[in-house]
């Protein structure tokens, strides 16, 4: 069974530090772009972050500078860094995978940043 298993998320004052991450598992060969949304209740889902295979990163502009994704291709696995949190960045953060045939999504990761 593939799944995505995200872990890392938590409760933090404003200003502090978290890292997420999300490996995925199961029968998966190739794994293109990785990255990480972000759902307020009531809100969109946002794109945060994304990485490529070839490490080619984009990132929302509200956390540009504060947050960094990165890759363990050997791993099938995915961080998010993120410093300097805000009460803004209080989500849910899901991960997700292109594999060729379709995109797996994380369960999910509560983050919240408390003033």
């Known amino acids: 069974q593939r799944q995505l298993v995200e872990s890392g998320g938590g409760l933090v004052q404003t200003g502090g530090s978290l890292r997420v991450s999300c490996a995925a598992s199961g029968s998966i060969f190739t794994i293109n772009a990785m990255g990480w949304y972000r759902q307020v209740p009531g809100k969109q889902r946002e794109l945060v972050a994304a990485?490529?295979?070839?490490?080619?990163?984009a990132y929302a502009g509200s956390v540009k500078g504060r947050f960094t994704i990165s890759r363990d291709n050997a791993k099938n696995t995915i961080y998010l860094q993120m410093n300097n949190l805000e009460a803004e960045d209080t989500a849910v953060y899901y991960c997700y995978a292109d594999l060729p045939e379709d995109r797996l999504w994380g369960q999910g990761t509560q983050v919240t940043v408390s003033s």
């Open positions: 990485i490529a295979r070839d490490g080619g990163k």
